[in-house]
């Protein structure tokens, strides 16, 4: 018999001590030790971690892969626009911090170089109001224009040099402005943006020069 036997068949065996009291003891025991060891140190496996901090290069609605930044999206137009120039804003009336750019390229029916880029309210409009939305567009002169043609008389104006129409809905509100220079139709629409603020921002518009985004 080992000596833990002889031990518990000793003192259950003691007068007034019983065998169910001796296991009653051991078991308390066994408690008081697993709570010692849950405050003592809980396994870390169990522990969920804090979520990293994002890097200030991810978008708000990030999965894990940086996106191109602004600069990093007109710079990569401008390297394949074939020579047509590619003409970005220098001026917005909202800050970095408050948009979203998406950026596209194609290549018109006519085989030519085309491209837009979409500035949208990355803070999300109220429900039931016009979202802040800037679309910069740039086509052959051989295709149709894409933007989006309001009805009314259209107000002539000069932008950069060019002779310019602007349409709009100042209900919405909303404007389209058209001009060209050399090949290219070159379009700016724009929702929930003021007719002063849509001016301003056409005048804004330089050519970039190089892959970077930097503009003349």
């Known amino acids: 018999m080992s000596d833990k036997q002889q031990w ?78 590619v003409l970005r804003p220098t001026w917005l009336p909202k800050s970095k911090d408050e948009y979203e750019v998406h950026p596209g390229v194609d290549t018109s029916p006519d085989g030519s170089f085309s491209y837009h880029v979409s500035y949208d309210d990355a803070l999300r409009s109220v429900p039931g109001t016009t979202l802040w939305n800037v679309l910069f567009a740039a086509d052959s002169l051989e295709v149709p224009s894409r933007g989006v043609m309001f009805g009314g008389v259209p107000e002539m104006l000069t932008i950069r040099g060019h002779a310019a129409e602007l349409t709009g809905n100042s209900g919405l509100p909303g404007w389209v402005l058209v001009w060209s220079e050399g090949n290219y139709r070159y379009t700016i629409q724009a929702f929930a943006v003021s007719r002063e603020d849509l001016l301003r921002i056409a005048e804004s518009l330089a050519p970039v020069i190089d892959y970077v985004g930097n503009t003349r």
């Open 8 to 85: 518990i068949q000793e003192e259950g065996t003691k007068p007034g001590r019983k065998l169910n009291e001796v296991m009653a003891v051991a078991g308390l025991a066994a408690l008081l030790v697993g709570i010692v060891l849950i405050f003592a140190g809980p396994s870390r496996m169990g522990i969920r971690e804090p979520p990293a901090t994002p890097s200030t290069t991810f978008s708000r609605n990030d999965s894990g892969t940086p996106l191109p930044t602004e600069t990093e999206i007109w710079g990569g137009i401008w390297s394949r626009a074939n020579g047509a120039a």
